[in-house]
């Protein structure tokens, strides 16, 4: 019963000993000149300015939310395109009846204004 372990132990003996030697060789190797502007924390080339905690509007947790809604159900759509000759009608029917769902609540989402930016 162990032999069948070897393999898993010499993998995490050979990554065990392989991250720190890559990461000792980039410190030997890498030119370190800190500067204050490299030190500077970046973000989309602007310069950082007030506090990081500030406070954000829902409205980007909305907009957040409803991608992440509207990704997972687009994901639907790829196993039924494999097996679509296999589902015929059915599955033609039933994908387009998810697809008008599926708009309807992007239009009244829309219509809401939750995808406005200002």
């Known amino acids: 019963m162990p032999q069948n372990y070897v393999p898993i132990f010499i993998f995490i ?10 990461l000792g060789i980039a410190k030997l190797v890498r030119p370190e000149k800190p500067e204050k502007a490299k030190l500077m924390p970046y973000e989309c080339g602007v310069d950082p300015i007030g506090d990081s905690r500030q406070r954000y509007t829902v409205r ?8 992440v809604i509207f990704d997972v159900e687009t994901i639907f759509l790829f196993p039924w395109a494999v097996l679509y000759k296999a589902l015929a009608w059915f599955g033609f029917i039933e994908m387009m009846i998810f697809l008008t769902i599926l708009i309807v609540g992007y239009v009244w989402v829309w219509k809401k204004g939750a995808l406005e930016w200002i």
Do not use: E, G, N, R
């Open 60 to 67: 980007f947790y909305i907009v957040a939310i409803l991608f």
């Open 13 to 22: 003996a050979v990554v065990a000993i392989l991250i720190p030697l890559t």
